[in-house]
């Protein structure tokens, strides 16, 4: 199996993180996006990293497709719970992580635009969803040492995805001072080798 992806991706990171937490072998391959002859639009066609192309070449889409395909594969390190109560509890957790990568996302394209084609009104409306997602966050996880069931699972893998890329992107944001929970958990989930071995790069 071969996974497309780029090297700051959250969403990719997530794959990366759950290959290796699960000891999949997997052969990675970085893609530039925005480029006409890059592989990605052969194995996705919208353009989306991350792609995990099968044996057979058929290629899988997006990370929660990946990551559903990958903890199905093996039940060494079970990531996503087998009790429907507890599974939708991951899914949540991922749906809010996700949605702040998204808005983040948002924000560092719209100030890649030159600057009198950016949009503040836009900008401060992916800010305010960043801040809201972080809150909830933040008192989400504040009594738990992991997200769901006291349980590692895929939730806290999201979760420490969107922490890392929101650190990456919105340095301003100093969040590991304003969410003191977030930071205390991003801390622990930092130690472990998968985390370690999928730190974004500046």
Same mark, same amino acid.
């Given at each position: 199996?071969?996974?497309? *992806? ?5 969403? &990719? ?5 759950? &290959?290796?937490?699960? +000891? ?36 899988? *889409? ?9 903890? &199905?594969? %093996? ?59 972080? %809150? ?28 890392? *890329? ?5 340095? +301003? ?5 304003? *969410?003191?929970?977030? &930071?205390? +958990?991003? %801390? ?15």
């Amino acid at each position: 199996m071969k996974l497309l *992806y780029t090297l700051n991706s959250p969403y &990719a990171r997530k794959v990366r993180i759950v &290959a290796l937490e699960k +000891h999949i072998d997997i052969t990675l391959e970085e893609v530039v996006l925005g480029v006409p002859d890059s592989p990605i639009f052969e194995y996705n066609p919208l353009g989306k990293v991350p792609v995990l192309i099968l044996d057979d070449d058929v290629g899988l *889409y997006d990370s929660r497709v990946i990551i559903e395909y990958l903890d &199905a594969r %093996t039940p060494v390190s079970k990531l996503m719970p087998s009790e429907a109560r507890l599974r939708i509890d991951v899914i949540r957790w991922g749906a809010l992580a996700d949605g702040v990568c998204d808005a983040t996302v948002g924000i560092m394209l719209e100030q890649r635009k030159p600057e009198k084609q950016q949009s503040e009104a836009f900008i401060e409306k992916q800010l305010t969803k960043v801040k809201n997602g972080l %809150t909830v966050l933040n008192n989400d996880i504040s009594k738990k040492k992991w997200c769901v069931n006291e349980t590692f699972s895929l939730a806290d893998i999201a979760l420490g995805c969107m922490l890392g *890329y929101v650190g990456l992107r919105l340095t +301003h944001l100093n969040w590991q001072d304003k *969410y003191p929970s977030l &930071a205390k +958990h991003y %801390t622990i989930l930092s130690k472990r080798p998968s985390f370690k071995e999928t730190v974004p790069v500046q």
